[in-house]
């Protein structure tokens, strides 16, 4: 070794977490005085250590490394270029554990090579509050040892440390004289790396009102715990650089002191290159979650899972521990779980980029908008201060409405506060925006505002727009404009429609003239053209089409091959004539003739097989014995709807010992997380005898699990599974659908379950009954909650909000 050995203050600092923090703090006191050469942001590798030698030139007063040590040899790499002469090791952790044997011993020896290949007579600087910093080798080391921390063994030692307004105040003893110090930035930890900066600057001969006005004179590193107001009263934390467990837990300390009184999410990715450590680091972090008093935890990562587990372990609730594969899943979930007073910490490994959360939050909770009348139709106000921190490229903001694009020039106006933004009212001559509340988020300089929401709906709602109110309950998680419309009012050449938007303030509707939306939830059989006409203005965010009844016919075709599903269909056939009718009871005791295409029970004929003959049954319950086939083509020739194309289904016996006929409806829908979910299951109890248990023959309509416990004998915990059971597969029968050309967002199953209580799919509804189960009785509109609100929230995903 060779190295450029100097007489200047040449400082070299390592440790498992602290460094970059170190190394700017100590600069900030160190530049006061001293032409300072370092190195920067993170280049802390052997080759950046050697053009730092190449850089020295006589003018340098002291020079100070970051020394990167996650790989074996590079303690003495970095010493053959420069050697240090003053060191520091901030801490020994599991950071690099894979890289450095898996142990806690193998990290301290990488980092004592900084020891054993510094000035041997030079000054060392150790962590007195790191146990772990007791494993490093000193035995050959002849300089002075200091110690730093907060403990009574310390040479340099913080007391009374608090927190204030922006950062910390503490106490430190610097020539036999206690000093105040602030330091702008947060958390116990930064204390430690402030007292190695503290220490290297007053054995340096700094004064302490130098080293006082250094620390306060700190810029943070981005992405070390950086804070940033939001609206509402909430905090974002971004300390996303990297992550091990001993930043992790210091971050929710910090987390935890900041957010008295507040909500707290904690959104976690992996902490990697921790080798056998990893499984375990992870679970402790999730215990940490627990005990700090975290109310949602997030996680995105492979490794981040095991987050989540270790939490739920140490007793965290497991509706509020979500893991995520995918990043905009995550944000979906964090944008559902943000409110008003929230303090939410993001943190993970830098390789895992959850600086795209941070930016993710940045972009839609920052700032303030307010729709001012007064503010010029092409204009948009913002102070001086807001401007910079936009970082616009040029001084113009697009406004996206709807599908309503306007170019707005920005005008500086001093008298707003950092954040507020001021934009006009009016758009266009037709075209005003409403005072609602709405959500926004940045790209660029685009300025997305909303959403905006449409919904396409039968003239009788029109007519009577209260008869939509049920579908506004949640309106608090939707913001944004949400108007429904006939479409006889779409208007192509200014692109606008005209209809009832909700006003939550009166909860009650006002008509008005909008732009196309961002996504509609159709709710009526809307023809072809217009629907391909929409689709090229908004896209692929146009759900619920075809809109009708569905083909039974079609759709047992397009489900019997299925392996996991066909177990689940009733055998299906077409109606061709009575031989065919006479063929599949030969299979089956009953059947029955139904319409392709109706609903409603309207059409539906039962057949069953007697001793001598069949008996025929109408949905009035009319009797009809059969005692010849002549017989048999009169009736169908009578008594089935002309020009209909019919099936014939067997019929799966519900009939229990109480004589009730069971039929099932299981409401599936996609909501925020555009995922489909369980919404609902209701259970329809037909008259005794009936052969059907629509609203025409309905003894009563009670919840779905209750049905299962009273009328099949399940437990609680056995209802519950078998809804799960049947909701995987009619989600995987939703999904095949779609695969097919259905755009789809909100659907019900009807269904029938034989005496086993075994479930079989009759068909899908995508124009199910909905707003007008309001109008019947209480068992019809038990569900109405869960599933009238829930097509909006999928409708607000599908707009990018």
Same mark, same amino acid.
């Given at each position: ?19 970059? /923090? ?5 600069? &900030? ?7 300072? $050469? ?10 950046? #250590? ?7 030139? %006589? ?20 010493? =053959? !270029?420069? +050697?240090? @002469?003053? %060191? ?5 952790? #599991?950071?690099?554990?894979? @890289?450095?044997?898996? =142990? ?30 007791? *494993? ?16 009574s063994n310390a040479d340099y030692r913080a007391s009374h440390i608090r927190y204030v307004p922006n950062g910390m105040k503490f106490n430190v003893e610097l020539d036999e004289k206690r000093e105040e110090l602030f330091l702008p930035t947060y958390g116990h930890h930064n204390i430690e790396n402030a007292l190695f900066a503290i220490a290297i600057a007053h054995l340096s001969g700094f004064s302490a009102t130098e080293i006082r006005t250094g620390l306060e004179n700190y810029k943070v590193p981005i992405k070390r715990l950086n804070t940033y107001q939001l609206k509402h009263h909430s905090l974002l934390i971004d300390d996303t650089v990297n992550a091990n467990p001993h930043s992790m837990h210091a971050a929710l300390d910090v987390q935890q002191e ?13 902490? *990697? ?14 215990? /940490? ?67 795209? #959360? ?22 948009? +106000? ?21 599908? *309503?694009?306007?170019? $707005? ?57 209260? +008869? ?5 309950a949640n309106y608090k998680a939707l913001n944004g404009l949400i108007y429904f419309f006939f479409p006889d009012s779409l208007n192509k050449d200014k692109r606008t429609i005209s209809g009832y938007y909700f006003n939550p303030e009166t909860n009650s509707f006002e008509w008005s003239t909008f732009p196309f939306p961002n996504s509609i939830f159709n709710r009526i059989p809307l023809r072809l053209s217009r629907y391909k006409y929409l689709q090229e203005q908004l896209g692929d965010t146009l759900f619920n089409y075809p809109y009708g009844n569905t083909d039974k016919l079609e759709f047992w075709n397009m489900m019997h091959k299925q392996p996991r599903i066909k177990h689940h269909l009733p055998l299906t056939k077409k109606y061709t004539s009575v031989? =065919?009718?006479?063929?599949? *009871? ?10 392709? %295409? ?80 369980? &919404? ?14 629509? =609203? ?28 799960? !059971? ?9 999904? $095949? ?52 609100? #829930?097509?909006? !929230? ?8």
């Amino acid at each position: 070794m060779n190295p450029l050995r100097l007489d200047i203050p040449t400082i070299a600092i390592t440790g498992s977490s602290g460094k970059t /923090s170190t190394r700017e703090m100590l600069t &900030s006191i160190l530049d006061l005085k001293w032409n300072v $050469l370092r190195n920067t942001g993170n280049k802390n590798l052997p080759v950046h #250590t050697k053009r730092i030698a190449e850089s020295y030139n %006589s003018t340098i007063d002291a020079i100070v490394l970051e020394l990167g040590m996650g790989k074996p040899g590079a303690g003495k790499k970095h010493c =053959s !270029e420069l +050697q240090p @002469n003053i %060191s520091v090791i901030t801490n020994i952790g #599991t950071a690099h554990y894979g @890289n450095l044997g898996n =142990s806690l011993q193998g990290t301290a020896t990488n980092k004592s090579a900084l020891i054993k290949f510094m000035k041997p007579d030079g000054l060392l600087l150790l962590n007195g509050d790191d146990q772990n910093s007791l *494993l490093l080798d000193t035995s050959t080391f002849k300089g002075q040892i200091v110690k730093v921390g907060t403990k009574s063994n310390a040479d340099y030692r913080a007391s009374h440390i608090r927190y204030v307004p922006n950062g910390m105040k503490f106490n430190v003893e610097l020539d036999e004289k206690r000093e105040e110090l602030f330091l702008p930035t947060y958390g116990h930890h930064n204390i430690e790396n402030a007292l190695f900066a503290i220490a290297i600057a007053h054995l340096s001969g700094f004064s302490a009102t130098e080293i006082r006005t250094g620390l306060e004179n700190y810029k943070v590193p981005i992405k070390r715990l950086n804070t940033y107001q939001l609206k509402h009263h909430s905090l974002l934390i971004d300390d996303t650089v990297n992550a091990n467990p001993h930043s992790m837990h210091a971050a929710l300390d910090v987390q935890q002191e900041l957010a008295k009184g507040h909500k707290r999410i904690a959104v976690f990715g992996s902490m *990697l290159e921790l080798g056998d450590y990893s499984l375990e680091s992870h679970l402790e972090v999730g215990e /940490s979650v627990m005990h700090k008093g975290v109310d949602v935890l997030l996680t995105y990562g492979r490794a981040a899972k095991s987050i989540v587990e270790g939490s739920i372990r140490a007793g965290f609730p497991p509706e509020h521990a979500l893991h995520f594969k995918d990043r905009e899943d995550l944000h979906r979930e964090l944008r559902k779980r943000m409110e008003a007073n929230t303090v939410v910490l993001v943190k993970g490994s830098s390789a895992m980029n959850m600086h795209k #959360t941070v930016q993710f939050i940045k972009d839609r909770y920052i700032h303030t908008i307010s729709i001012h009348p007064t503010v010029d139709t092409n204009t948009l +106000q913002i102070s001086s201060a807001t401007l910079e921190h936009l970082n616009l490229e040029q001084q113009q903001v697009i406004l996206h409405f709807g599908q *309503l694009e306007k170019t $707005l020039e920005v005008v500086i106006n001093d008298e707003l506060k950092l954040g507020e933004i001021f934009i006009p009212q009016t758009l266009s001559k037709v075209v005003t925006i409403p005072q609602l509340p709405y959500d926004y988020y940045w790209s660029g300089n685009h300025l997305h505002l909303g959403p905006v929401i449409g919904m396409i709906v039968y003239q009788r709602y029109i007519d009577d727009p209260s +008869q939509q109110l049920l579908r506004f309950a949640n309106y608090k998680a939707l913001n944004g404009l949400i108007y429904f419309f006939f479409p006889d009012s779409l208007n192509k050449d200014k692109r606008t429609i005209s209809g009832y938007y909700f006003n939550p303030e009166t909860n009650s509707f006002e008509w008005s003239t909008f732009p196309f939306p961002n996504s509609i939830f159709n709710r009526i059989p809307l023809r072809l053209s217009r629907y391909k006409y929409l689709q090229e203005q908004l896209g692929d965010t146009l759900f619920n089409y075809p809109y009708g009844n569905t083909d039974k016919l079609e759709f047992w075709n397009m489900m019997h091959k299925q392996p996991r599903i066909k177990h689940h269909l009733p055998l299906t056939k077409k109606y061709t004539s009575v031989d =065919s009718v006479l063929k599949a *009871l030969k299979k089956c005791n009953a059947v029955y003739l139904k319409p392709a %295409s109706m609903s409603g029970g309207n059409g539906i004929f039962h057949v069953k097989h007697l001793e001598e003959g069949y008996l025929w049954t109408d949905i009035e319950g009319n009797r009809t014995k059969i005692t010849s086939k002549e017989q048999f083509e009169r009736i169908l020739r009578k008594e089935l709807v002309k020009k209909k194309t019919y099936i014939i289904q067997k019929e799966i016996a519900t009939f229990n010992k109480e004589g009730y006929k069971i039929d099932f409806r299981l409401y599936i829908q996609k909501d925020y997380t555009m995922k489909w979910r369980f &919404s609902g299951i209701e259970t329809k109890v037909g008259h005794k005898e009936s052969v059907i248990a629509n =609203s025409k023959k309905r003894h009563a309509i009670i919840p779905g699990e209750e049905a299962l416990q009273r009328y099949y004998g399940l437990t609680r915990e056995e209802a519950v599974k078998k809804i799960d !059971e049947i909701t995987s597969t009619c989600i995987g029968m939703i999904k $095949l659908m779609e695969r097919k050309g259905h755009k789809l967002g909100d659907a019900c199953f009807d269904l029938v379950a034989d005496h086993d209580c075994h479930f079989f799919v009759l068909e899908p509804q995508i124009n199910y009954a909905a707003e007008i189960k309001q109008f019947r009785d209480k068992g019809e509109r038990e569900v109405l909650p869960a599933i009238l609100p #829930t097509p909006l !929230e999928y409708a607000k995903a599908l707009a990018g909000f």
